[in-house]
């Protein structure tokens, strides 16, 4: 099928490769010209494992092709996924400008029938909007005579394992009000061999803000347990794993640590929250879980400041910068707050990250990059771990430790064992693993 894609970023890109790898013809479209330019020459622009190798080699085979001209993409595709940002507003709403330009252009480019399927994450009830945008655009001539379908394909891909999550997804969700657009659809992704969830648009919509913000409220849940653990001498590893071989619970993302983060999270609870209020139902639960999140973050800086008594020119190394492990995606990352709360207490911070460093430097400043973990530990008075990288779980901490001025240890990911890093000669802090 003849499939275009516009927004060529972290769901774009993954997307465009994945369904040109099960055979269809994909052209990837993005406004930022530079990336288009860079995306021809076979440049990836983000880090995600796998996804250099596959593009290269699908643009090879001519399956895969990129342009900066939605008109160009409207005309060759029969099918076109809007997989544009949708960021917060001040206010929390999804911020919808990009879907609406968008639908515009492809509106304005049509001369036949299209499917246009919001795979950008977008609150209930955007389809309507975006089907009257298109109607209120299509070109007078075409103004009832050609057809066109809107539908709703929720993206539930990983940043750091998007392709696995792509190609073996748990399910796919498509949101459509008419035969052909499920037709289409539900050709698109024959290939995968997967389970499909049929529904409404409105649905499937309200799918992805729920899912994504019921997978944030058992972080939070698992954060505010992590806190009681602290105060009762529990350890909060041991509870989630008491709780999560239940079936009804289970064990992934009960994860205790400095908070969920990223470029979805945040902004999609925000949204959900939003969305709610404006259908005039106030939705407590998850501002709590925004609120236990934030006070996360805060709470581990009270920690590191309790532990060090002063901050103010103290060397504070870090340990992983991406707001989780396999991405260079800097969005939203734990790490930016707390970096920026202890430099206002007057730290100086250096920072290891095995691909983020690049992005930290458009976002924080003041900061000495190290070329490893080895290096960032020469001197410092605490390291802090923020992300769990594989490679972390490997370190020689008796040199690493020997190397500081104060073997301190903030795990703010609970990775290590803590009896392990104790015998090792650090004083070890986790987050509710019941010792103050
Ligand atoms: P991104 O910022 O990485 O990519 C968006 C791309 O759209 C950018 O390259 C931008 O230049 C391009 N763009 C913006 N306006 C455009 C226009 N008018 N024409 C053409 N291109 C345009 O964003 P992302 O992380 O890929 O997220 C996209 C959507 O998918 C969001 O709604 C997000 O919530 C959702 N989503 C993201 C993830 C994730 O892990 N990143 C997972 C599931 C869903």
């Known amino acids: 099928m003849n499939i275009a894609i516009v927004g060529s970023g ?12 099960i055979g269809h013809h994909i052209i990837c479209v993005d406004n930022d010209k530079e990336k288009i330019a860079n995306l021809k020459k076979g440049e990836v622009p983000i880090y995600e494992p796998g996804l250099d190798e596959l593009m290269k080699k699908l643009m090879k085979k001519k399956k895969l092709t990129f342009t900066s001209s939605i008109k160009e993409a409207a005309k060759k595709a029969t099918v076109i996924f809007i997989a544009v940002g949708t960021p917060s507003k001040k ?30 994450t977008v609150p209930a009830e955007t389809g309507k909007r975006i089907e009257r945008t298109v109607k209120l655009n299509l070109p007078k001539k075409y103004r009832g005579k050609i057809d066109f379908d809107v539908a709703s394909n929720p993206e539930f891909l990983r940043e750091g394992s998007a392709i696995e999550d ?24 024959k290939p995968l061999k997967t389970r499909m969830v049929v529904t409404n648009i409105n649905s499937a919509e309200m799918i992805k803000h729920a899912s994504n913000s019921f997978l944030a409220t058992k972080i939070s849940f698992a954060n505010a347990v992590a806190q009681i653990c602290d105060r009762v001498g529990a350890d909060i590893l041991k509870v989630t794993e008491g709780m999560g071989f239940d079936k009804r619970i289970g064990r992934s993302f009960l994860n205790a640590g400095v908070g969920y983060g990223g470029s979805c999270f945040p902004k999609d609870v925000d949204a959900f929250i939003r ?11 998850l501002r709590e879980v925004r609120n236990v999140n934030e006070d996360q973050k805060a709470s581990f800086v009270r920690l590191i400041e309790d532990k060090l008594w002063i901050v103010k ?18 969005r939203n990352a734990p790490a930016v707050d707390i970096i920026k709360m202890l430099q206002q207490e007057g730290a100086k911070i250096r920072a290891y990250d095995p691909v983020s460093v690049e992005n930290t430097k458009k976002i924080l400043k003041k900061i000495t990059y190290c070329k490893d973990p080895y290096a960032l530990a020469k001197g410092c008075d605490c390291l802090l771990l923020l992300t769990e990288w594989d490679e972390f779980e490997k370190l020689d901490f008796k040199k ?5 001025r104060q073997a301190i240890f903030f795990d ?13 000669g650090f004083e070890y802090h986790g987050l509710g693993r019941g010792v103050k």
């Open 91 to 120: 206010n929390g709403d999804a911020d919808l400008t990009y879907v609406e330009n968008v639908a515009r252009q492809i509106a304005v480019n049509m001369d036949s029938y299209k499917l246009i399927v919001e795979k950008s």
């Open 313 to 330: 020119d103290k060397v504070i190394g870090v340990l992983g910068l991406a707001f989780k492990p396999d991405t260079d995606d800097m």
């Open 412 to 424: 703010g990911r609970n990775l290590y064992n803590k009896d392990k890093m104790e015998s090792l």
């Open 10 to 21: 972290y769901v774009g890109l993954v997307s465009g490769v994945c369904l040109a790898s």
């Open 400 to 404: 690493i430790g020997q190397s500081m």
């Open 275 to 285: 969305l709610s209020e404006k259908s005039g139902y106030q939705f407590n639960l």
């Open 166 to 189: 792509f190609m073996n997804p748990d399910r796919v969700v498509i949101g459509v009000e008419s035969k052909k657009a499920e037709e289409l659809l539900r050709e698109i992704y």
